[in-house]
Structure formats: structure tokens, C-alpha cells
């Protein structure tokens, strides 16, 4: 459902950050992205959704060539991105943001059912303005659940697990499965976590700006947890022999 | 009355054909109706034009409307009105301004209100101004609004200024005695080559008295707004104000925030933001399909909210 076609990704006369990507993800799977800190997942999953402009290459999502599309239209197509650092707004309550992901009014069961999955109670937070007040763990799960509220064909989270609590976590797992169980959409998990990683059906292993391995869960998630896989430096820069 | 002030009426207040309760509607300088009720006598004020709004002691629940309307150029209107709030009253004060001018002619009001609160009085005092027409003549206000609350006494100063309106210039200022208390939100914003300026002046004499002064602003176009602001804590007290601005196209914001203590237990403090809307809110917006004029629109309307 969606490929990225040999994708570049260079800074305004910077350093090439993403150095010719392919990636083929499929319908109705759980997809997880992973690699070391600066590897470049993050921009990979900025230029699907069109947060930043590839330099070359080609995104076909749904058969549909969206290389020229913003990020709105992009949304509009069925893409929906989670936020590694979620973004605060003076003056737009929790409410707000979900009704305008969701695009429609909430009922207050919709809301109930939408911050659940996430591990919030709607009767404390809808009203609660998402601004400094919110603690970095309410609002990265406030960010998730926006983007749950989308029902989107293709929905990328990135490192949802980054500051929550170990039975939002647990929470947060389950919701993925149920997810995968009912086909609703793709899902693209950008994450260091092993229980993430361990229910996914596809590993993709990214570092220093490319693809260093991809392929199902069993074949690839023996060799990372074996440590095999990074004879790199902590960048993921493969080391000079 | 006439139609177009019926217009500004309901865009300024609540108004659905007629008022509950006390009212005095102005129109073009004159009085286009008043009533007042068993707790809240309304008069005329002797010396100058305008009225005296007197509030019983332990009046409850009640609202009293003193909306203002100019419905032509031409006008300019000055008016000073008195509110006196008897002891343990709590009442809800609906000003506003409705300003409209189709012709090249200026129109302007001006209105000078004074607030006496007695002690442990509490006063919601609402006001929204607009400038409505498409007339070339600027249309102004110049609200002045000198507040005196005794002991106790808690006053909140709600304002909102929307659009429209050419100049406007604000002048607040306010005495708190003891254990008194200030709370003023403003919002502003402005357009093309509007121009607004604010004007605080806050002087907490009472022991432990306190003010809060939130203002936020967006200025879009060409406008220019300037936020002036100064608590004086005279005795033990706590002030907080907070600017926060947004900029928009080529809109200026000059905020001068001052703060004055004269006694070592008054704490004060003050914050300003002034800036652009941050890129990140935007792309967060988009991202859940506005585009970037809707989000943008969005944003603001949030935080003039
Ligand atoms: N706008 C930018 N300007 C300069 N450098 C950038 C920019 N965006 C990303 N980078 C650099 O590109 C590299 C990849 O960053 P990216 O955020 O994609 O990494 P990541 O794999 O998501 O890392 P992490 O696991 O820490 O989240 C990093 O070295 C980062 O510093
Ligand atoms: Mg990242």
C-alpha cells in the first residue's frame, strides 16, 4: 500500500540524512521502524507524511503517486503521523485537537473509547488546554490518540512508548493488536521497544540514512537482540574495516 | 432605537429584541432606553453626560446592561458613567461598544467609567467593542475605566476587541485595598492599518491584595498594537501580568511591561510572548488535514478564546 522508491532526503545545503530508501509496506500489517538514535527514522517518517520535501525518489500510496502532494493533501489521502515531540497550543483543549482529527463532533463515549486506548479517563482531560500544563507523558498520549482519531488508512507513530508509563505501555501494545486483529489500516511503528518490536510483522532496521535490514519479525528480530546487527558505531555508521 | 444599533446590540451582548433586568442603551449621545430595577436605580449624572449605576448592598445574581452604540460618522461621543456596588453585592456589568460608519465621517465613543466598589463586592464586567461599515471615516473607541475596589472587594474586567475598529485607545487604571483583588483578561485583534494601545496602571495598596492581567493579542496586516502595563505593589501583594502576542503578516506588537515595589513582601511578576504562530502547530494541523489558512484561523481563534 505504500513504496518509497530509492528516496533522498538532504538538508537545505546540508548532509544527505536519507540516502536512497526502498520500502515496500503492506496492507493491513504492523510495521516496525527501529535503529539508532540519528539514523534517520524520524525523517523517513516526516517525508511520508510529507512534513519535508524528498530531494529524489518517488512515494506511491494506494497505487497513487503522492511525490508532489503537501502534507495536508497527504492527510487528506490517508496518512496520519504521530509525533515523536508532540506540539502544545494555547488555547485548544484536548477536545479541540481530537475533534479536528476526527473531524466531527465527539460524543462523549467516542471520546471515552478514543483517550481509553491510550489510558486516559476523557471526564479528566477533555476540557484540559493543551498547553505546558500537561505533563510529557499526557500529552504524548493526548498526540496518539489524535491520530488514532483519524482512522487513517496508513497511521506512523513515532516512538509512541517515549515517556509513558508502564501500564499506559501495556495499554498502548494491546491497542496496536486490536488494530492489526481488526485490518483497520497499516500501521508504522517507529520504536526502540521490545514488545513492540515483538509483535510486529515486519522489521525494518534503519541507519545512517538506510535500509540496513527489512524482512518478518522472526527472521529479523533474533539477530537484534543478538546484538549481531550493529558492528557500527553509535551513529550506525558502518565501522571502517 | 434604530435597526443598526439593534445589529451592534446583539453583536456586543446578549441582546434578543430587548434586555432583562436594569439597562440604559446609549445611542449616538443620546438614550435610546433604560430601566432599572428594585436593586439597580439608574439616573442621569448631574454635572456631565451620562449615568450614575447605583447597586444596592447584597444585590445578587442580577446583570445590569450599559451597552453604548454609534450608528453614523459624524458622532462623537463622550460619556462618563458612575457605578457605585453597595457591600456584599455580586452582579455581572455588560458594557460593549458597537461602533458603524458607511460615510468618510469619523465616528467615536468615549466613554470615561468609574467603578466604587464597596467591600467585599464582586463584579464580572463584560465588554466587547466592534467596528462595523464600510464607510472611509475611522471608527474609534477610547475606553477609560478607573477602578477602585475596598477591601475585599474582587472586581474581574473582561474585554474583547475583535476587529473593526480603527483606534482604539484603553486606560485602565485601579486602587485595591486589602485582601482585594483584580482580574483582567483582555483580547485583542487587529487588522489592516488598525491601531490599538493598552494601558494598565495597577496599584495594589492593601495588604495582600492581587491582580491578574492576562492579555492576548494577534495583529495581522499592517496593524500596530502597543501593550503598556504597570503594577505598583505598595504593600504585601502578589501582581502577575502576561502579554502573549501573535504575529501575523506584517503586524508590530510594542510591549512595555513595568513593574514597581515599594514594599519587600510584594511579589511581582511579569511575562511576554511575542511572536509568530509556531511552524510546528501549524504542520501538526495540517497534518490532521487542515489546510494552512485553516489552521493558521484555527490557532487564533483558539487563542482569543
Ligand atoms: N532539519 C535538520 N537539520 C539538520 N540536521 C537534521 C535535521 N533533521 C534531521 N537531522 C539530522 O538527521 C539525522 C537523522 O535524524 P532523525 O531525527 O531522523 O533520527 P532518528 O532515527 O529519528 O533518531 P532518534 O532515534 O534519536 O529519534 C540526525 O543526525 C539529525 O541530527
Ligand atoms: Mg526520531
Known amino acids: ?241 | 432605537m434604530n435597526d443598526m444599533t439593534k445589529q451592534l446590540l446583539s453583536m456586543i451582548s446578549d441582546f434578543d429584541e430587548k434586555f432583562e433586568g436594569a439597562f440604559n442603551i446609549r445611542e449616538d449621545s443620546g438614550c435610546a432606553g433604560r430601566q432599572s430595577s428594585a436593586n439597580i436605580k439608574i439616573t442621569d449624572k448631574k454635572d456631565l453626560p451620562g449615568i450614575e449605576i447605583h447597586i444596592k448592598p447584597g444585590t445578587k445574581g442580577e446583570k445590569v446592561y450599559i451597552p453604548a452604540c454609534v450608528t453614523h460618522g459624524d458622532v462623537n461621543d463622550l460619556v462618563y458613567n458612575d457605578f457605585y456596588v453597595g457591600e456584599d453585592a455580586d452582579v455581572v456589568i455588560v458594557a460593549g461598544c458597537g461602533v458603524h460608519s458607511d460615510s468618510h465621517a469619523e465616528a467615536r465613543h468615549n466613554g470615561i467609567h468609574r467603578f466604587f466598589l464597596e467591600k467585599n463586592a464582586k463584579v464580572l464586567y463584560e465588554e466587547k467593542h466592534i467596528g462595523t461599515g464600510n464607510g472611509k471615516g475611522e471608527k474609534n473607541i477610547d475606553p477609560v475605566t478607573d477602578i477602585f475596589l475596598a477591601d475585599d472587594a474582587v472586581m474581574e474586567m473582561d474585554t474583547v476587541q475583535l476587529g473593526g475598529v480603527d483606534k482604539s485607545l484603553r486606560k485602565t487604571s485601579a486602587k485595591l485595598g486589602a485582601r482585594a483583588k483584580l482580574i483582567v483578561r483582555e483580547r485583542i485583534m487587529t487588522d489592516g492599518e488598525e491601531y490599538a494601545k493598552t494601558d494598565f496602571d495597577v496599584s495594589m495598596d492593601g495588604e495582600d491584595s492581587s491582580v491578574d492581567l492576562i492579555s492576548r493579542s494577534v495583529a495581522k496586516g499592517h496593524s500596530y498594537q502597543e501593550f503598556l502595563s504597570t503594577l505598583n505593589g505598595k504593600n504585601r501583594c502578589s501582581g502577575h501580568s502576561e502579554c502573549d502576542a501573535i504575529l501575523v503578516d506584517n503586524g508590530t506588537v510594542n510591549a512595555a511591561p513595568a513593574l514597581e515595589a515599594s514594599h519587600v513582601d510584594a511579589a511581582l511578576i511579569h511575562e511576554a510572548a511575542i511572536g509568530k504562530i509556531a511552524g510546528e502547530q501549524i504542520l501538526k494541523l495540517r497534518s490532521l488535514g487542515l489546510t494552512e489558512e485553516e489552521a493558521q484561523d484555527r490557532i487564533i481563534q483558539g487563542f482569543l478564546k
Open chain 1, 1 to 241: 500500500m505504500l513504496q518509497l522508491k530509492n528516496i533522498t532526503w538532504s538538508i537545505p545545503d546540508g548532509d544527505e540524512i536519507i540516502k536512497g530508501i526502498d520500502l515496500n509496506l503492506d496492507e493491513g500489517k504492523l510495521i516496525v521502524v527501529t535503529g539508532p538514535n540519528g539514523g534517520g527514522k524520524t525523517s523517513l517518517a516526516k517525508l511520508i507524511a510529507g512534513i519535508e520535501t524528498i530531494s529524489s525518489g518517488n512515494i506511491i500510496f494506494d497505487g497513487e503517486d503522492i511525490t508532489n502532494l503537501d502534507i495536508t493533501e497527504r492527510a487528506k489521502c490517508g496518512i496520519a503521523f504521530a509525533f515523536q515531540q508532540p506540539v502544545r497550543f494555547k488555547g485548544l483543549t484536548v477536545r479541540d485537537l481530537l475533534e479536528l482529527a476526527s473531524d466531527e463532533p465527539l460524543s462523549h463515549t467516542e471520546a471515552c473509547n478514543l483517550l481509553g486506548r491510550v489510558g486516559l479517563c476523557a471526564n479528566n482531560y477533555l476540557n484540559r488546554e493543551l498547553n505546558a500544563s500537561l505533563s510529557g507523558g499526557e500529552i504524548k498520549r493526548i498526540e496518539i490518540a489524535s491520530v488514532l482519531a483519524r482512522k487513517a488508512k496508513l497511521s506512523i507513530f513515532d516512538e509512541p512508548e517515549a515517556g509513558i508509563d508502564l501500564w499506559s505501555f501495556s495499554k498502548l501494545v494491546e491497542t496496536f493488536e486490536d488494530l492489526r486483529k481488526q485490518q483497520s489500516g497499516t500501521l508504522l511503528v517507529i520504536s526502540h521497544q521490545e514488545r513492540i518490536l515483538s509483535i510486529a510483522d515486519k522489521i525494518v532496521v534503519i541507519a545512517d540514512g538506510k535500509v540496513r535490514s527489512a524482512g518478518p519479525r522472526e527472521e529479523i528480530l533474533p539477530s537484534l537482540l543478538k546484538d549481531e546487527m550493529f558492528k557500527f558505531c553509535p551513529m550506525g555508521k558502518e565501522e571502517s574495516k
